[in-house]
């Protein structure tokens, strides 16, 4: 396994599925943009970090917003995870900065890219539970994903792209290049003294839940791995046409995947690898995902399934993987090396999901006393 199958998968997932990378940058900085103490009533401190691609603040970059806990007394265990609409959406704290990429918005009912603005501050907070994060301890960093790669289908022309060369049909999607940015964090991460980068969780939502999977599955450096509501692509799996299918993904979103996927659209069958072997990949690491009951489009029972069928590698490792022998009950998580649970109520992060994350990281992040 460790030594040829791994490999081999993880080049299969590579060309035909979310596409290469080209590495870490020669030319990138860091640059602190701003840091203050007892922030958030006392409980953090907060730094803002850029992470210049090509070494220049006029080229691509990426804001990162961190929180450590004040009171921490070495490096923390951190959540790393993207956002959708900037890093100001998180919390209500008036010295996150906006982003100086494009959000989306709306203008007479049609989706446009727009300027954020201040009415966005603290507009995403229900999903991030910073204030419980870092009372128990841990670090919260996040990425607005459009710094990285803007979500829409331009040619290859914004973000970090405007560096590369168009990619070739085995090179990165989106999910990919969002992937690329969290290893890029971790970069950062291991000059950072206030962060532990030997614990760091990778957590994602959605599109950014696809992201944070294939970010641990093809950097080994992250820790821990969260999968939230993943759905086609992400956790689901492909063969089961559940829901969203490979066609209806890459027909509204062209840009997600590399182009060879596209020789999968109603054709699940020919692909050589489907989304348990993404899973595995992780191993022996361990793996969270969260399905919601009322994300069908999703199809919860194929995300369970992939953490299910994980298991003969974790297995391989000496690990129980998902202990739940069948698909378990709606709030009823199961917990070993993969973590699984189905939620009530629909497509979205809940304070319900972050207990189970945080008790999860607890178990396999927390250093023994
Ligand atoms: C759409 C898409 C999903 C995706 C979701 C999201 O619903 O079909 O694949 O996960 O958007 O990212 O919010």
Not at 2 to 9: I, K, N, S, V
Not at 60 to 80: D, Q
Not at 145 to 158: A, H, T
Not at 318 to 335: E, F, Q, W
Request: glycine share 10%.
């Amino acid at each position: 396994w460790r030594t040829q199958r791994r490999p081999e998968l993880l080049e299969l997932f590579k060309t035909h599925v979310y596409g290469r990378d080209p590495g870490r940058p020669k030319d990138m900085t860091f640059f602190t943009l701003e840091q203050r103490h007892g922030v958030l009533n006392g409980l953090a401190n907060r730094r803002q970090v850029e992470v210049r691609f090509a070494g220049r603040r006029d080229g691509p970059r990426m804001t990162i917003l961190i929180y450590t806990p004040a009171k921490a007394k070495g490096p923390v265990p951190t959540f790393l995870g993207l956002n959708f609409r900037g890093n100001h959406t998180v919390t209500d704290d008036p010295a996150i900065r906006l982003p100086h990429s494009w959000v989306r918005g709306r203008a007479k009912g049609e989706v446009v890219n727009k300027r954020a603005t201040e009415k966005g501050r603290g507009v995403a907070k229900s999903r991030w539970n910073v204030t419980n994060i870092l009372k128990r301890g841990y670090g919260l960093a996040t990425i607005y994903y459009g710094d990285i790669d803007p979500d829409f289908d331009d040619g290859w022309k914004n973000g970090v792209h405007a560096l590369y060369p168009k990619p070739k049909p085995d090179e990165w999607g989106s999910i990919a290049t969002w992937a690329w940015g969290l290893s890029r964090a971790l970069d950062y991460f291991e000059t950072d003294k206030d962060i532990d980068h030997k614990r760091v969780a990778v957590m994602g939502h959605s599109r950014l839940g696809k992201t944070s999977l294939w970010a641990g599955a093809s950097d080994p450096r992250f820790a821990l791995v969260i999968s939230n509501n993943s759905g086609c692509g992400g956790a689901a799996l492909s063969r089961r046409a559940f829901g969203e299918t490979v066609k209806r993904i890459n027909t509204s979103f062209p840009h997600w995947f590399n182009d060879n996927f596209l020789r999968y659209n109603d054709n699940e069958n020919a692909c050589p690898v489907d989304q348990h072997m993404l899973v595995a990949l992780v191993a022996p690491r361990p793996v969270y995902i969260a399905s919601a009951v009322g994300d069908r489009w999703a199809d919860p029972h194929g995300e369970f399934l992939s953490g299910k069928y994980a298991n003969s590698v974790y297995k391989l490792y000496g690990r129980i993987g998902l202990p739940a022998a069948k698909h378990p009950p709606v709030d009823t998580p199961s917990m070993g090396t993969i973590g699984y649970h189905v939620r009530s109520g629909s497509h979205d992060v809940k304070e319900y999901d972050w207990v189970q994350y945080l008790k999860f990281a607890d178990k396999h992040l927390k250093k023994e006393k």
